[in-house]
């Protein structure tokens, strides 16, 4: 089942139980595409029951880059086991992966995150979930994305924790996607996600016209850009010039005591003016 | 002697009667398609001089230097040796024929020789090419992959087959004294003395054997070639012939059911929208299918194929031919007792869709039909000159306009164009945005209460959408007002009276929607009295020039590369700064390949001191779209790489300070490549991506007052309070913006 020669950054992938000698499911095939993005793609099939024990003894063999597992209600108990016997990250439901110098990058629909332990436990949302998910970004009544000017996939992280803050669903420019710091079908551009959410915070967007075609149906416009120049601002109900790695964490405090404070709280529909002086 | 006259004229009555079974059956097949349009009679002389040139010249072909010229030697190895199966037939009938007059000419001999002797080396030249170029070796990247590789080394294996049977019979002619020519035939002569020492009588046999041996070659090879893709021997003359002139670029046909365009305000019940099954193809289509060669030319330009996409033109060629023809027995059965009597498979065959997934037994799987980006590429090198693009086309707009089937991602491009009419849908009054911050006023029609274009006006500026509306573009027309205003060009754009041209929608395949962006267009110019247009967007310009004569519009349309490139011919403009850039220039595909705009770009940074020109390595009629062509910019690609990546890959091996173009599309496209390679660490920050303009503009401006304003102007503000749809100071000077970045 596994090669004896050591593998160049070898990346377990666990086969899908209905996998047969013929034919591989599709969710397989899809985490063996993904694996090959980050490594070199190994194969694992065993039965299920066992599949804990013997992907933590692989793994302690021959320490892959990642383990990656389709995310189901029965197989996030042997993720989790996995990652705990391992000591390893864990990212769930991720959309896509890649490899940046010497870490991985997990993207998934909320957040992306860099992941930095020698192996990590992912577990990867099959993809016809997808336009569930999508419907979801174009559906949501608020959306919170990036762009280029969010800088790095971490800056995503943050934008995502407003997103949830919000209850908000994140997405991104079709550079950010391009770039991997968010997942593809979640840049909010022409063609791309077409969103008409309540409210759109946009962080670090310039605004190009590809993007604002596709944030035409969205109600209240806010926007946070370095560049007082940027045609987002012109598009924007609220625009913030300023530095969204400033202007957000404080937005977050903001949102923190609001929710601490009950009688404070108010609709996650800040048309408020406090927002566009932040 | 009469056995071997029996047994000659018995094979060639066997082959003769395979061969033209064969035929009538293609020809059956043939007329199944719907007629032609009526302009591929049309103008004989051009069409003459086509096979003239493209034929007997092998115009085409030797764009290839090696293969072209491996071909032209078998091609006209061919016809010259026509002469030697005429005396291969005579010496049947009587042992010393020669062809009557100049059938003992040295020069004849010695000619016939030559070819041979040529033939056997554009022979060996392509069984070189095919090893090294094979799919076995190359992979993908071959551009025989997915050819049939059997039948050609098969028929390769036949030609050497005929040369040497005839050196055979030849030499043994010599020996026996029967041969035509005393001198010339040099090769024959080396044969013979080979030969020789076999004695008189083995010679004798020799010489019959020969002859009935080459004859049968020859035969057989008749045979193979009507049931092989090696019929383009016999089906490229006409195919060339009947094939849209100049070529197969430009404009795309309009939608034509049997042999009449469509009237999209009142079809015909019958009327045939596009292509939804292959007997919907006219009958030049099926030519087309049936004269691939599978060399594969196209495939090696193909920005899809290269990119990693499923589409090659040639194996969705293939792929037709392949199902006209396994579906032919079904179509031509005359009833359905007929049909039913057919065997499963052909039955099979007559049910698979024309486009649909390849699981469910579609010919033309939906992803190859959409990877298209219509540059154009295939048309140019084939040297047959299939029209790949029109019939992709065509297959579209049925799957558009009939089945509502196409990438959804594209609707919100189609969405905006019938509501607001632009891609983004910013709607016609956001079209003058670009004009503001300009150090004149840009004369807009109507502005004065004009009902014409005023006498004084040379130029319609048709902006365009992107050149309205995406940021980039606005520079470009900016740059272009600028460098318009320097020199003296009066002109005038319509402003809120533009709506897009349609190219997109056309190329999608949604031609009613473009029909009725054309007529609104036409009408508008038409009312204003536009006689000359200038344009900076490859597409419009394609259009406006194009395809609007087919709706009554028919004005004299120049690129602004090109106007540009006259007024600094003519001394209008002068650059003077030194500009100091290495610069490389992507043709974009509608401006270059389909339009043949080459040089005008090219000779505006010829002229710009300063400017060091490096090319790509695939430039001019061989560039590499960009991938935005055929609505392609408005659809998601997720299959393969990007096909802009590739391209600004190859821009970036060019070492550039400023990449330039001459399309919005490609500039849009190369400016998301080139900052995702920056992302990546792999392209220099200071690399730019800019329209040929903005360089000229930059080299223009005065180092006076002008200048001096336009670098105060962002910092001290000048511009008052930004008001929503003012353009930043900053933009309205590209100059002072090229060096900003």
């Not at chain 2, 045979?223 to 003359?237: D, G, M, Q, T, Y």
């Not at chain 2, 396994?326 to 031509?332: F, M, N, R, V």
């Not at chain 2, 039913?340 to 699981?359: K, S």
């Not at chain 2, 061989?622 to 935005?628: E, H, M």
Request: proline fraction near 6%; aromatic fraction near 6%.
């Amino acid at each position: 089942m596994f090669p004896p020669m050591p593998l160049a950054d070898p990346v377990l992938v666990l086969a899908d139980e209905t996998d047969d000698d013929d034919a591989l499911a599709q969710a397989t095939r899809e985490l063996l595409a993904l694996a090959r993005r980050v490594g070199t793609p190994v194969l694992v099939r065993c039965d299920h029951c066992r599949a804990a024990e013997v992907l933590i003894d692989i793994a302690r063999d021959h320490r892959p880059r990642a383990i990656l597992i389709n995310s189901s209600p029965a197989n996030d108990r042997i993720s989790a086991q996995v990652a705990v016997h391992l000591e390893s990250a864990i990212a769930t439901d991720v959309t896509d992966l890649s490899f940046d110098d010497d870490h991985l990058v997990a993207v998934s629909d909320r957040m992306s995150s860099e992941i930095h332990t020698p192996t990590s436990v992912i577990t990867v949302r099959p993809r016809n979930h997808e336009s569930q998910r999508e419907l979801l970004l174009t559906e949501a009544d608020v959306v919170v994305a990036g762009g280029r000017g969010v800088g790095s996939a971490e800056g995503f992280s943050l934008l995502a924790r407003v997103a949830y803050a919000l209850g908000g669903r994140l997405g991104g420019t079709h550079t950010a996607g391009e770039l991997g710091w968010c997942p593809r079908h979640a840049s909010i551009s022409l063609p791309g996600a077409r969103i008409r959410p309540r409210l759109y915070l946009a962080g670090g967007v310039s605004g190009s016209v590809r993007h604002r075609s596709a944030i035409r149906g969205a109600g209240t416009v806010v926007a946070i850009d370095s560049d007082p120049n940027a045609p987002i601002l012109r598009e924007a109900d609220f625009g913030i010039v300023g530095d969204l790695h400033e202007v957000l964490p404080a937005l977050l405090d903001e949102l923190a005591a609001r929710a601490a404070s009950p009688p404070q709280t108010v609709t996650p529909v800040p048309s408020s003016p406090e927002l566009a002086e932040a | 002697m009469l056995v071997r006259l029996i047994i000659g004229l018995a094979m060639t009555a066997a082959a003769l009667g395979l061969a033209s079974r064969r035929l009538l059956f293609l020809y059956r097949v043939g007329r199944l398609g719907q007629p032609v349009d009526p302009e591929r009679t049309k103008d004989v002389g051009s069409r003459a001089w086509a096979v003239l040139t493209e034929v007997l010249a092998q115009r085409k072909l030797l764009k290839w230097t090696v293969a072209g010229a491996a071909h032209a030697a078998v091609f006209w190895g061919f016809l010259i040796l026509g002469a030697t199966i005429l005396e291969g037939y005579g010496a049947l009938f009587q042992r010393d024929f020669h062809i009557p007059l100049i059938g003992t000419d040295t020069w004849l001999g010695f000619l016939e020789d030559l070819f041979i002797v040529a033939v056997l080396a554009g022979i060996a030249t392509f069984a070189v090419l095919r090893i090294r170029q094979s799919p076995s070796r190359a992979g993908r990247s071959s551009r025989f992959s997915g050819s049939h590789l059997g039948a050609a080394w098969l028929v390769l294996f036949m030609i050497f087959n005929v040369m040497w049977t005839l050196l055979l019979y030849r030499g043994a002619q010599i020996n026996t004294g029967y041969f035509p020519y005393r001198h010339g035939a040099f090769a024959s002569e080396i044969a013979a003395k080979i030969l020789h020492p076999l004695g008189h009588s083995a010679n004798d046999v020799l010489e019959t054997v020969g002859i009935l041996g080459s004859l049968g070659v020859v035969l057989g090879f008749l045979v193979l070639v009507v049931n092989s893709k090696h019929l383009h021997i016999f089906l490229a003359p006409f195919n060339i012939a009947l094939s849209r002139r100049p070529r197969a670029l430009g404009a795309l046909l309009p939608v034509y059911s049997d042999g009449k365009e469509v009237d999209f305000e009142d079809p015909g019940e019958d009327d045939k929208i596009g292509r939804g099954a292959i007997e919907d193809f006219t009958w030049k289509g099926l030519l087309d299918f049936s004269t691939c060669t599978e060399c594969g030319r196209c495939q090696s330009q193909c920005p899809a194929w290269n990119t990693g996409k499923p589409l090659s033109p040639k194996l969705l060629i293939m792929g037709l031919r392949d199902h006209a023809l396994a579906k032919a027995p079904y179509l031509l059965a005359d009833s359905d007792d007929a049909r039913a009597a057919l065997p499963e498979a052909v039955r099979a065959e007559g049910e698979r869709p024309l486009v649909g997934p390849v699981a469910d037994g579609g010919v033309i799987d939906p992803d190859v039909l959409w990877s298209c980006v219509t540059c154009g590429a295939c048309v140019e090198q084939c040297p047959v000159d299939i029209e790949h693009v029109d019939h992709i086309v065509d297959m579209r707009r049925y799957q558009v306009m009939i089945e509502s089937e196409f990438p959804h991602e594209a609707q919100g491009m189609l969405r905006n164009l019938e509501r607001k009419g632009d891609p983004w849908g910013r709607g016609n009054k956001a079209r003058l945005e670009w004009t503001q911050g300009l150090p004149f006023e840009v004369r807009v029609f109507g502005e004065n209460g004009e009902e014409a274009l005023p006498g004084d006006v040379e130029y319609l500026f048709w902006v365009g959408c992107a050149g309205s509306l995406d940021d980039n573009a606005k520079k470009t027309s900016r740059s272009v007002a600028e460098l318009l205003h320097e020199a003296g060009v009066e002109f005038m754009i319509l402003g809120s009276g533009e709506t897009c041209t349609g190219d997109a929608a056309r190329r999608l395949g949604q031609e009613l929607l473009f029909q009725e962006l054309a007529k609104q267009n036409v009408e508008t110019l038409n009312e204003v009295g536009a006689r000359k247009i200038v344009v900076t967007c490859a597409h419009c310009f394609n259009t406006l020039s194009n395809e609007y004569p087919q709706f009554g519009g028919d004005y004299e349309v120049v690129h602004h590369t090109e106007l540009l490139a006259k007024l600094v011919a003519e001394g209008k403009l002068r650059p003077v700064n030194d500009v100091n850039l290495a610069v490389t220039y992507h043709d974009p595909c509608y401006l270059g390949r389909h339009n043949r705009v080459f040089s005008p770009p090219r000779d505006i940074l010829g002229s710009v001191p300063g400017v060091r020109l490096t090319e790509m390595p695939r430039n001019k009629e061989r560039s590499f779209c960009c991938g935005a062509g055929g609505a392609r910019m408005w659809m998601e690609e997720t299959i393969g790489t990007r096909i802009n990546e590739t391209r600004t890959d190859e821009a970036l091996g060019t070492e550039p300070d400023l990449v330039t173009a001459a399309c919005p599309y490609c500039i849009v496209m190369l400016t998301d490549g080139v900052a995702t390679r920056k992302q990546e660490g792999k392209a220099p920050e200071n690399v730019r991506v800019a329209d040929v303009s903005e360089v000229l503009l930059r080299s223009i401006q005065k180092p006076g007052p002008k200048a001096v304003a336009a670098a105060a102007e962002p910092a001290a503000g000048a511009e008052p309070t930004p008001t929503p749809g003012a353009e930043p100071a900053a933009e309205s000077q590209p100059a002072a913006d090229l060096e900003a970045e």
